[in-house]
Nanobody
Framework: VQLQASGGGLVQAGGSLRLSCTTSGFTFDDDYYIGWFRQAPGKEREGASCIRSNEGSAYYADSVKGRFTISSDNAKNTVYLQMNNLKPEDAAVYYC????????????????????????WGQGTLVTVSS
């Protein structure tokens, strides 16, 4: 399994970005959670949002609920994170991760996570939000 995150950049507060996580090594008909995690300087990595690949069930941290939307394109094996109304506190390196559906990734949305707790990680993409 491989994951590749992209789409980060510099945006003003109130602006939008869309992150992409392109996956390989499994299909979205398989039972996986694919999630977005973020890590700001000096802080621990935390869960932002995840989706269950074969159901489309989506989960969000309270801090992003109503502003971020996770979605998937099964034909492209890609998960997106649409981020609207970005705030300076959203600035971080964003990582996508995946694990089997039996691992309840949704439980760590809004919580910190040790990367060793999940099986597959992509490289990060930097989101900078200017105030």
């Amino acid at each position: 399994v491989q994951l590749q995150a992209s789409g980060g950049g510099l945006v003003q507060a109130g602006g939008s970005l869309r992150l992409s996580c392109t996956t390989s090594g499994f299909t979205f008909d398989d039972d996986y959670y694919i999630g977005w995690f973020r890590q700001a300087p000096g802080k621990e990595r935390e869960g932002a949002s995840c989706i269950r690949s074969n159901e489309g069930s989506a989960y969000y941290a309270d801090s992003v609920k109503g502003r971020f939307t996770i979605s998937s394109d099964n034909a492209k094996n890609t998960v997106y994170l649409q981020m609207n109304n970005l705030k300076p506190e959203d600035a971080a390196v964003y990582y996508c991760a995946a694990d089997y559906g039996a691992v309840p990734m949704y439980q760590v949305m809004g919580d910190t996570i040790n990367p060793r707790e999940l099986r597959y990680w992509g490289q990060g993409t930097l989101v900078t939000v200017s105030s």
